[in-house]
T-cell receptor, first 111, second 116 residues
Framework: QKEVEQDPGPLSVPEGAIVSLNCTYS??????FMWYRQYSRKGPELLMY????GNKEDGRFTAQVDKSSKYISLFIRDSQPSDSATYLC???????????FGSGTRLSIRP | SAVISQKPSRDICQRGTSLTIQCQVD?????MFWYRQQPGQSLTLIAT?????????ESGFVIDKFPISRPNLTFSTLTVSNMSPEDSSIYLC?????????????FGPGTRLLVL
């Protein structure tokens, strides 16, 4: 079993829809949770990061962490064609020197 | 934020040869990392590039195959040695700023390598 599981998609939704992207994980020691966005032929860029459980909002993006269920989500409101990209979740514990990435979900927003 | 560039952006190489990838950051960063990414797959950490000392390699990666240099706080190189078709992948470098918080690492655009 992988430490971090992420549905690869592809996920296709119409413009303006609310998008929900999710990851599950097995290591209860993970405390830092990140979402990266990767456009085609580009490196990943950090979108959101949260510490422990709870919600964090930044514009149209909301990151949610449920440590009891070992489940994290990224919500995108009022989705735009420019949001079309691969979204990677990532996480680490407080002592580890490396981040564990999910395999990424490919998202396409239809105009 | 830090802007990271990589050279070359892509290359096609013959098996048995070696390729050196350069990573340049526009500001000093505490940590630099090298990753490999297969299409449609997650990023796999190859090693942490340490300034002025030997890199720290992850399980499954060895210095003889992936020698790394980091002469200063803004530059690093990764060499893929004695290449085989299995080394075809995207190689990414990343840097974390002075706080050393690895979750705020910034990535380069990647080097696409195809080994024939």
């Amino acid at each position: 079993q992988k430490e971090v599981e992420q549905d690869p998609g592809p996920l296709s939704v119409p413009e303006g829809a609310i998008v929900s992207l999710n990851c599950t994980y097995s290591n209860s020691a993970f405390q830092y949770f990140m979402w990266y966005r990767q456009y085609s032929r580009k490196g990943p860029e950090l979108l959101m990061y949260t510490y422990s459980s709870g919600n964090k909002e930044d514009g149209r993006f909301t990151a949610q962490v449920d440590k009891s269920s070992k489940y994290i989500s990224l919500f995108i409101r009022d989705s735009q064609p420019s949001d079309s990209a691969t979204y990677l979740c990532a996480m680490r514990d407080s002592s580890a020197s490396k981040i564990i990435f999910g395999s990424g979900t490919r998202l396409s927003i239809r105009p | 934020s830090a802007v990271i560039s990589q050279k070359p952006s892509r290359d096609i190489c013959q098996r048995g040869t070696s390729l050196t990838i350069q990573c340049q950051v526009d500001s000093q960063v505490t940590m630099m990392f090298w990753y490999r990414q297969q299409p449609g797959q997650s990023l796999t950490l190859i090693a942490t590039a340490n300034q002025g000392s030997e890199a720290t390699y992850e399980s499954g990666f060895v210095i003889d195959k992936f020698p790394i240099s980091r002469p200063n706080l803004t530059f690093s190189t990764l060499t893929v040695s004695n290449m085989s078709p299995e080394d075809s992948s995207i190689y990414l470098c990343s840097g974390a700023p002075g706080t050393g918080l690895r979750e705020t690492q910034y990535f380069g655009p990647g080097t696409r390598l195809l080994v024939l």
